[in-house]
C-alpha cells in the first residue's frame, strides 16, 4: 500500500512539473510577446517624435522625403538600442542560469 501511495505522490509530481513546463513555456510566449508591442510602441513614438520635431515650427510645406528619411534613421537607432537590451537580457538570464 505504500508503494501505492509512493507511486501516487511521484505521479502528482510529474503532474506539477509538467504544469510548470507549460506555464514557463507560456511566460515566455507572453514575454516575446510584450517585446513586439514595446517594438511597435516605440516605433510609433519614434514616428511620432520626428514629425513633431519638422512640423514644430516649420513652414507648411515640409520636405516629405526628409521626414520618412529622419524617421527611417530613428527606427534604425530605435532597433539598435532594442538590440542592445536584448542582449543584456540574454546575458543577465545566462549568468543567472550559470
Same mark, same amino acid.
Given at each position: 500500500?505504500?508503494?501505492?501511495?509512493?507511486?501516487?505522490?511521484?505521479?502528482?509530481?510529474?503532474?506539477?512539473?509538467?504544469?510548470?513546463?507549460?506555464?514557463?513555456? *507560456?511566460?515566455?510566449? @507572453?514575454?516575446? $510577446?510584450?517585446?513586439? %508591442?514595446?517594438?511597435? =510602441?516605440?516605433?510609433? /513614438?519614434? +514616428?511620432?517624435?520626428?514629425?513633431?520635431?519638422?512640423?514644430?515650427?516649420?513652414?507648411?510645406?515640409?520636405?516629405?522625403?526628409?521626414?520618412? *528619411?529622419?524617421?527611417? @534613421?530613428?527606427? $534604425?537607432?530605435?532597433? %539598435?538600442?532594442?538590440? =542592445?537590451?536584448?542582449? /543584456?537580457? +540574454?546575458?543577465?538570464?545566462?549568468?543567472?542560469?550559470?
Amino acid at each position: 500500500q505504500s508503494e501505492k501511495e509512493l507511486q501516487d505522490v511521484v505521479k502528482q509530481q510529474e503532474e506539477k512539473m509538467l504544469q510548470l513546463i507549460d506555464k514557463s513555456g *507560456e511566460v515566455m510566449r @507572453l514575454k516575446g $510577446e510584450i517585446s513586439q %508591442l514595446k517594438r511597435s =510602441l516605440q516605433r510609433a /513614438e519614434t +514616428e511620432a517624435k520626428v514629425l513633431w520635431e519638422e512640423l514644430r515650427g516649420k513652414e507648411p510645406k515640409v520636405d516629405t522625403t526628409y521626414v520618412q *528619411e529622419r524617421v527611417l @534613421l530613428r527606427h $534604425e537607432v530605435d532597433k %539598435l538600442r532594442l538590440l =542592445l537590451l536584448e542582449k /543584456e537580457d +540574454e546575458n543577465l538570464l545566462l549568468s543567472d542560469k550559470y
